[in-house]
């Protein structure tokens, strides 16, 4: 299997080259160059364990990693880090399931992959023989960045540099951010947004891929298939588990909501679907920041739009970059290279007629605000005694639409019978405040009260990694403009090169 870039099908490279450069030089992101070689048949990978299915999804995209070299990094990916012997369990909530993906060293979903991609990236390292010292530098609206930070921490022959939006992620988020003890560690803020932030790490990887001697740069962002891939495994789970407790009959489809931002998640559960995995519809769960939403109604991406903060940061995203992995299987490299000048250019696109109705085959896009996710935690506390975080909650909210009137978002009315999947991204602990709230209690005077609250109330423990940060000495104290990046990434880069 090779890996091409999503604009231009000529620029070919190896899984393990693809994971190292982390973006194609075109600008463009890596994805397998035929979807037919990952065609499995499911029961072949759910009859493992999590990190048995882990073991055979990699093998099928990272060929040239070989077997036994996989295996030993799954295991070393994936034992003694996760606070919950299935890694990814599902919860009954009412009639529909809860998919947890927060049982992590940070608390949420980004532990699954980026507890893998330090070990793929070091392996790749060594493998195509590379010498020089990997700078990762990564854009965050939230928990990507202190996911990236633990997972990178002191990792031999890395460093990392985190950028996140000044007040644009949640206090708890930016004290695990902060507060990052790596050496080879440093997180700083930016003046503007999330999109800010990931366009001028994006830039930086044209304009200085070598930002000093003996220094090369690539990513934790999703933008990287090694960040990607691992993601998979819990969709293979998920479908596993309902089988285990006869929720489900063996072939029946399934519907994932999906809340999400950047795509990474969603796009993840269509690598799934390709694969051979049951799935009915990938629901598109999105907040205020509905790009995504209007694109999959009409076909038109916009990103020349209100910029919303919400309660649930971590989607507050206007230009979703791994959607060109999604274009790229429906519309060919050279329409998607087209839409991504437009996008770059003009701040807009529109598929045809033809490509949207592909998408519609398996798509289906949703938003809810924040008061409508602030209702859903609340009612299904009070009716389900189940706590969940705010973008589960964005999610929870897009599947009650969904119920409620299929009709409005899918020409099958029968798309809502299915079984329903919800993807719980993060644990209620990273958004007290707003969840308090939503339960309706009194928040305290700090996210730390916040928490010892919000345990009191429901008696949902803290978690581990997140009971510790208010102690911590806070060691990154960074903030600059966005027209700066590239100067601090230089000087950084000059301060490990040789």
Not at 123 to 147: C, V, Y
Request: hydrophobic share 40%.
């Amino acid at each position: 299997m090779n890996y091409i870039s999503t604009r231009n099908t000529e620029i070919k490279v190896s899984s393990s080259k693809a994971i190292l450069e982390g973006q194609a030089p075109d600008g463009g992101l890596y994805v397998p160059d035929n979807l037919d070689t990952i065609k499995l048949d499911y029961h072949d990978v759910i009859k493992h364990d999590f990190k048995g299915m882990a073991k055979v999804i990699w093998n099928t995209f990272f060929p040239d990693y070989g077997k036994d070299v996989i295996d030993e990094l799954v295991e070393r990916s994936y034992s003694n880090k996760f606070s919950n012997k299935k890694i990814t369990p599902i919860t009954g909530v009412g009639n529909d399931f809860v998919l947890e993906l927060y049982y992590g060293p940070t608390a949420a979903f980004k532990d699954i992959a980026l507890s893998a991609l330090p070990n793929l990236l070091t392996k790749a390292r060594e493998m195509n023989s590379f010498t020089d010292e990997i700078l990762i530098l990564t854009a965050t609206s939230g928990d990507t960045g202190s996911a990236a930070l633990h997972g990178f921490s002191d990792v031999p022959g890395t460093s990392i540099i985190v950028f996140y939006p000044d007040g644009g992620v949640s206090e708890t988020q930016r004290l695990q951010m902060v507060t990052a003890s790596g050496a080879n560690a440093c997180a700083c803020a930016i003046k503007g947004n999330f999109d800010d932030a990931q366009s001028g790490v994006k830039k930086l990887f044209n304009d200085i891929p070598k930002p000093a001697k003996g220094v090369a740069l690539s990513s934790a962002n999703s933008i990287n298939i090694g960040r990607l891939v691992p993601q998979i495994v819990y969709y293979f789970s998920a479908y596993k588990q309902l089988l285990e407790t006869e929720s489900i009959k063996d072939g029946s489809k399934v519907n994932f909501i999906v809340p999400t931002g950047n795509f990474g998640d969603i796009m993840a559960g269509y690598f799934a679907l390709q694969m051979g995995l049951p799935v009915n519809k990938l629901i598109c769960a999105s907040n205020s920041n509905d790009v995504l939403t209007e694109f999959f109604e009409t076909g038109h991406y916009d990103r020349k739009r209100t910029f919303h903060k919400t309660t649930s940061p971590s989607m507050d995203i206007l230009v979703s970059s791994n959607l060109e992995r999604l274009l790229h299987y429906i519309c060919g490299a050279e329409h998607t290279a087209e839409y991504m000048k437009a996008l770059a250019e003009n701040g807009e696109y529109q598929i045809t007629t033809d490509e949207l109705a592909k998408l519609k085959s398996v798509f289906i896009g949703i938003s809810a605000t924040d008061t409508q996710a602030s209702e859903a935690i609340g009612s299904v506390y009070k009716n389900r005694n189940y706590l969940m975080d705010t973008h589960t909650a964005i999610a929870w909210s897009c599947l009650e639409k969904f119920k409620d009137k299929a009709w409005a978002y899918s020409e099958n009315d029968e798309d809502a019978e299915y079984t329903n999947v919800v993807l719980a991204t993060a644990s209620p602990y990273k958004f007290c405040q707003s969840v308090l709230t939503s339960i309706g209690a009194e928040p305290a005077f700090s996210d730390q009260a916040n928490m010892v609250k919000c345990q009191e109330l429901t008696g949902v423990p803290i978690p581990a990694g997140l009971a510790d940060i208010f102690s911590k000495e806070i060691r990154h104290t960074d903030v600059i403009p966005t027209s700066d990046m590239a100067e601090y990434v230089v000087d950084y880069a000059k301060s490990i090169g040789v």
